[in-house]
Protein backbone atom coordinates (compact mmCIF):
# COMPACT_ATOMS: atom_id res chain seq x y z
CA UNK A 1 0.00 0.00 0.00
CA UNK A 2 1.66 2.98 -1.14
CA UNK A 3 -0.33 6.08 0.54
CA UNK A 4 -1.58 4.86 4.01
CA UNK A 5 -3.72 7.78 5.47
CA UNK A 6 -3.74 5.39 8.77
CA UNK A 7 -1.36 3.38 9.81
CA UNK A 8 -1.24 1.71 13.14
CA UNK A 9 1.88 -0.21 14.48
CA UNK A 10 2.18 -2.51 17.57
CA UNK A 11 -0.56 -1.20 19.28
CA UNK A 12 -1.54 -3.16 22.25
CA UNK A 13 -4.54 -2.65 25.19
CA UNK A 14 -4.31 -3.81 28.65
CA UNK A 15 -6.68 -2.12 31.02
CA UNK A 16 -6.27 -1.85 34.40
CA UNK A 17 -8.71 -4.76 35.26
CA UNK A 18 -5.62 -7.14 33.27
CA UNK A 19 -8.08 -7.30 30.37
CA UNK A 20 -5.22 -7.63 27.17
CA UNK A 21 -7.86 -6.20 24.63
CA UNK A 22 -5.95 -5.88 21.98
CA UNK A 23 -2.22 -7.74 21.05
CA UNK A 24 0.32 -5.78 18.93
CA UNK A 25 -2.07 -5.04 16.43
CA UNK A 26 -0.48 -3.62 12.89
CA UNK A 27 -2.93 -2.24 10.04
CA UNK A 28 -2.61 0.19 7.02
CA UNK A 29 -6.02 1.94 6.31
CA UNK A 30 -5.37 3.11 2.60
CA UNK A 31 -7.14 6.37 1.92
CA UNK A 32 -11.01 6.34 0.32
CA UNK A 33 -11.19 2.70 0.95
CA UNK A 34 -14.22 1.10 3.24
CA UNK A 35 -12.69 -1.01 5.86
CA UNK A 36 -14.52 -3.66 7.71
CA UNK A 37 -13.54 -4.74 10.97
CA UNK A 38 -15.29 -7.91 11.60
CA UNK A 39 -14.88 -10.45 15.00
CA UNK A 40 -17.68 -11.39 18.14
CA UNK A 41 -18.32 -9.54 20.94
CA UNK A 42 -15.17 -8.79 23.13
CA UNK A 43 -12.44 -9.17 20.02
CA UNK A 44 -11.34 -5.74 20.79
CA UNK A 45 -13.07 -3.71 17.66
CA UNK A 46 -14.19 -0.67 20.09
CA UNK A 47 -10.73 -0.52 21.56
CA UNK A 48 -9.15 -0.16 19.02
CA UNK A 49 -11.61 2.46 17.51
CA UNK A 50 -11.39 4.45 21.06
CA UNK A 51 -7.57 4.50 20.88
CA UNK A 52 -7.55 5.67 17.54
CA UNK A 53 -10.08 8.06 18.38
CA UNK A 54 -7.90 9.09 21.03
CA UNK A 55 -10.60 8.07 24.02
CA UNK A 56 -8.41 5.51 25.80
CA UNK A 57 -4.66 5.12 25.68
CA UNK A 58 -2.72 2.60 24.14
CA UNK A 59 -0.56 0.33 26.08
CA UNK A 60 1.89 0.64 23.54
CA UNK A 61 2.07 1.36 20.12
CA UNK A 62 1.82 4.18 17.80
CA UNK A 63 -0.63 5.92 15.14
CA UNK A 64 0.21 7.65 12.42
CA UNK A 65 -2.10 10.07 10.65
CA UNK A 66 -0.52 10.53 6.94
CA UNK A 67 2.25 9.72 8.58
CA UNK A 68 2.85 11.51 11.38
CA UNK A 69 2.31 10.47 15.17
CA UNK A 70 -0.83 11.65 16.29
CA UNK A 71 -0.09 12.61 19.27
CA UNK A 72 2.10 15.39 17.70
CA UNK A 73 -0.77 17.48 16.85
CA UNK A 74 -3.83 15.83 18.53
CA UNK A 75 -6.32 18.81 17.44
CA UNK A 76 -5.35 18.32 13.84
CA UNK A 77 -5.41 14.80 14.16
CA UNK A 78 -8.70 14.52 15.62
CA UNK A 79 -10.50 16.83 13.69
CA UNK A 80 -9.73 14.49 10.54
CA UNK A 81 -11.28 11.95 11.94
CA UNK A 82 -14.92 11.31 12.78
CA UNK A 83 -16.39 8.91 15.43
CA UNK A 84 -20.19 7.62 15.45
CA UNK A 85 -20.25 5.44 18.94
CA UNK A 86 -22.17 2.74 19.73
CA UNK A 87 -23.74 4.74 22.28
CA UNK A 88 -25.71 7.84 21.95
CA UNK A 89 -23.74 10.70 23.23
CA UNK A 90 -26.53 13.42 22.96
CA UNK A 91 -28.07 15.75 25.21
CA UNK A 92 -32.06 15.00 25.66
CA UNK A 93 -33.17 18.04 25.85
CA UNK A 94 -31.16 19.69 22.69
CA UNK A 95 -32.82 20.09 19.49
CA UNK A 96 -31.44 18.25 16.76
CA UNK A 97 -29.68 21.11 14.52
CA UNK A 98 -27.68 22.64 17.68
CA UNK A 99 -26.75 18.79 18.48
CA UNK A 100 -25.11 18.84 15.40
CA UNK A 101 -23.88 22.23 14.53
CA UNK A 102 -22.24 22.31 17.77
CA UNK A 103 -20.29 18.84 17.45
CA UNK A 104 -18.77 20.89 14.46
CA UNK A 105 -18.03 24.14 16.28
CA UNK A 106 -16.66 21.60 18.80
CA UNK A 107 -13.85 20.91 16.67
CA UNK A 108 -13.04 24.40 15.55
CA UNK A 109 -14.59 24.50 12.14
CA UNK A 110 -16.61 27.75 11.53
CA UNK A 111 -20.05 28.11 12.09
CA UNK A 112 -21.24 27.00 8.46
CA UNK A 113 -25.36 26.42 8.40
CA UNK A 114 -25.59 25.56 4.60
CA UNK A 115 -22.60 22.24 5.61
CA UNK A 116 -25.26 21.51 8.38
CA UNK A 117 -28.36 21.53 6.37
CA UNK A 118 -26.82 19.51 3.83
CA UNK A 119 -26.02 16.83 6.58
CA UNK A 120 -29.39 16.92 8.13
CA UNK A 121 -31.14 16.45 4.47
CA UNK A 122 -28.31 13.67 3.57
CA UNK A 123 -29.81 12.23 6.62
CA UNK A 124 -33.21 12.37 6.14
CA UNK A 125 -33.35 14.74 9.18
CA UNK A 126 -34.36 17.94 8.01
CA UNK A 127 -37.96 17.68 9.07
CA UNK A 128 -36.77 16.91 12.50
CA UNK A 129 -34.23 20.15 12.62
CA UNK A 130 -36.38 21.73 15.55
CA UNK A 131 -37.29 18.65 17.36
CA UNK A 132 -35.35 17.69 20.78
CA UNK A 133 -33.48 14.54 20.89
CA UNK A 134 -35.75 13.00 23.45
CA UNK A 135 -38.81 13.05 21.41
CA UNK A 136 -36.79 11.00 18.25
CA UNK A 137 -36.92 7.34 18.16
CA UNK A 138 -34.63 4.93 18.29
CA UNK A 139 -33.25 5.24 14.37
CA UNK A 140 -33.81 8.84 14.15
CA UNK A 141 -30.95 9.53 17.21
CA UNK A 142 -28.71 6.87 15.34
CA UNK A 143 -28.77 9.16 12.14
CA UNK A 144 -28.43 12.14 14.58
CA UNK A 145 -25.60 10.51 15.88
CA UNK A 146 -23.49 10.06 12.75
CA UNK A 147 -24.49 13.82 11.59
CA UNK A 148 -22.89 14.65 14.46
CA UNK A 149 -19.78 12.51 13.53
CA UNK A 150 -19.91 14.47 10.04
CA UNK A 151 -20.68 18.09 10.80
CA UNK A 152 -17.09 18.92 10.96
CA UNK A 153 -16.48 17.46 7.41
CA UNK A 154 -13.99 14.63 8.53
CA UNK A 155 -11.71 12.82 6.06
CA UNK A 156 -11.71 9.82 7.97
CA UNK A 157 -15.15 8.50 9.61
CA UNK A 158 -15.75 5.49 12.16
CA UNK A 159 -18.63 3.88 12.91
CA UNK A 160 -18.64 1.35 15.96
CA UNK A 161 -21.09 -1.08 15.23
CA UNK A 162 -23.53 1.46 13.10
CA UNK A 163 -26.33 -1.36 11.98
CA UNK A 164 -26.41 -3.22 15.56
CA UNK A 165 -29.86 -3.17 16.29
CA UNK A 166 -31.57 -1.09 13.47
CA UNK A 167 -33.96 -1.66 11.53
CA UNK A 168 -34.11 -2.79 7.70
CA UNK A 169 -34.96 0.43 6.13
CA UNK A 170 -32.44 2.45 8.02
CA UNK A 171 -29.80 -0.36 7.18
CA UNK A 172 -30.10 -0.04 3.75
CA UNK A 173 -29.90 3.98 4.61
CA UNK A 174 -26.87 3.63 6.08
CA UNK A 175 -25.01 1.51 3.45
CA UNK A 176 -26.16 4.13 0.79
CA UNK A 177 -24.95 6.94 3.24
CA UNK A 178 -21.55 5.17 3.55
CA UNK A 179 -21.10 4.23 -0.19
CA UNK A 180 -22.02 7.71 -0.65
CA UNK A 181 -19.41 9.12 1.50
CA UNK A 182 -16.96 6.81 0.14
CA UNK A 183 -17.29 8.01 -3.67
CA UNK A 184 -17.27 11.61 -1.97
CA UNK A 185 -13.54 10.58 -1.23
CA UNK A 186 -13.57 10.06 2.49
CA UNK A 187 -12.09 6.84 4.06
CA UNK A 188 -14.73 4.64 6.14
CA UNK A 189 -13.68 2.15 8.71
CA UNK A 190 -16.43 0.29 10.34
CA UNK A 191 -16.97 -2.32 12.76
CA UNK A 192 -19.56 -5.68 12.85
CA UNK A 193 -20.09 -8.84 13.95
CA UNK A 194 -21.72 -9.54 10.33
CA UNK A 195 -20.09 -11.74 7.78
CA UNK A 196 -22.86 -10.30 5.42
CA UNK A 197 -22.22 -6.32 6.38
CA UNK A 198 -18.40 -7.21 5.49
CA UNK A 199 -19.37 -8.43 2.24
CA UNK A 200 -22.02 -5.54 1.34
CA UNK A 201 -20.05 -3.12 2.50
CA UNK A 202 -15.91 -3.36 2.44
CA UNK A 203 -13.08 -2.83 0.31
CA UNK A 204 -11.47 -5.11 2.66
CA UNK A 205 -11.66 -6.89 5.44
CA UNK A 206 -9.54 -7.42 8.69
CA UNK A 207 -10.36 -10.41 11.46
CA UNK A 208 -10.13 -9.53 15.16
CA UNK A 209 -10.50 -12.31 17.38
CA UNK A 210 -9.09 -12.16 21.18
CA UNK A 211 -7.23 -8.84 20.24
CA UNK A 212 -5.37 -10.29 17.82
CA UNK A 213 -5.93 -8.91 14.18
CA UNK A 214 -5.64 -12.58 12.76
CA UNK A 215 -6.75 -11.36 8.69
CA UNK A 216 -6.94 -8.78 6.33
CA UNK A 217 -7.51 -9.46 3.22
CA UNK A 218 -9.54 -8.18 0.07
CA UNK A 219 -13.63 -8.71 0.41
CA UNK A 220 -13.20 -10.87 -2.65
CA UNK A 221 -10.42 -12.91 -1.11
CA UNK A 222 -11.47 -13.38 2.24
CA UNK A 223 -14.93 -14.71 0.42
CA UNK A 224 -13.36 -17.07 -1.81
CA UNK A 225 -11.25 -18.42 1.25
CA UNK A 226 -13.50 -18.54 3.88
CA UNK A 227 -16.99 -19.36 2.11
CA UNK A 228 -19.67 -17.27 3.35
CA UNK A 229 -20.96 -18.87 6.22
CA UNK A 230 -21.01 -17.82 10.01
CA UNK A 231 -17.53 -16.91 9.99
CA UNK A 232 -17.87 -14.64 13.29
CA UNK A 233 -19.72 -17.87 15.30
CA UNK A 234 -16.35 -20.36 14.42
CA UNK A 235 -14.05 -17.43 16.33
CA UNK A 236 -15.17 -16.97 19.62
P1 LIG B 1 -18.45 -5.81 21.16
O1 LIG B 1 -18.64 -6.34 19.79
O2 LIG B 1 -19.17 -6.62 22.21
O3 LIG B 1 -18.68 -4.34 21.30
P2 LIG B 1 -15.58 -5.42 20.94
O4 LIG B 1 -14.98 -6.29 19.88
O5 LIG B 1 -15.85 -4.01 20.59
O6 LIG B 1 -16.89 -6.10 21.53
P3 LIG B 1 -14.12 -4.37 23.20
O7 LIG B 1 -15.29 -3.60 23.71
O8 LIG B 1 -12.99 -3.62 22.62
O9 LIG B 1 -14.60 -5.51 22.18
O10 LIG B 1 -13.59 -5.25 24.42
C1 LIG B 1 -12.40 -6.05 24.33
C2 LIG B 1 -12.12 -6.64 25.71
O11 LIG B 1 -11.75 -5.59 26.59
C3 LIG B 1 -13.32 -7.33 26.34
O12 LIG B 1 -12.85 -8.43 27.08
C4 LIG B 1 -13.88 -6.26 27.26
O13 LIG B 1 -14.57 -6.85 28.35
C5 LIG B 1 -12.63 -5.54 27.69
N1 LIG B 1 -12.87 -4.12 28.02
C6 LIG B 1 -13.40 -3.19 27.21
N2 LIG B 1 -13.45 -1.98 27.81
C7 LIG B 1 -12.93 -2.17 29.05
C8 LIG B 1 -12.70 -1.30 30.15
N3 LIG B 1 -12.98 0.00 30.11
N4 LIG B 1 -12.14 -1.83 31.26
C9 LIG B 1 -11.81 -3.15 31.32
N5 LIG B 1 -12.00 -4.02 30.31
C10 LIG B 1 -12.55 -3.55 29.19
Not at 28 to 42: C, H, K, S, T, Y
Not at 68 to 90: C, F, K
Not at 167 to 185: F, K, P, Y
Not at 215 to 236: C, F, N, P, S, T
Amino acid sequence: MSDPVLSIRGLSKRYDSGTEALKTVDLDIERGEIFALLGPNGAGKTTLISIVCGLVNASTGTVLVDGADWRSDYRRARSRIGLVPQELTTDAFEPVWSTVSFSRELFGKPRNPAKIEEVLRALSLWDKRKTIMKELSGGMKRRVMIAKALAHEPEILFLDEPTAGVDVELRRDMWAMVRRLRDQGTTIILTTHYIEEAEEMADRVGVINKGELILVEEKRELMKKLGHKDLVLHLA
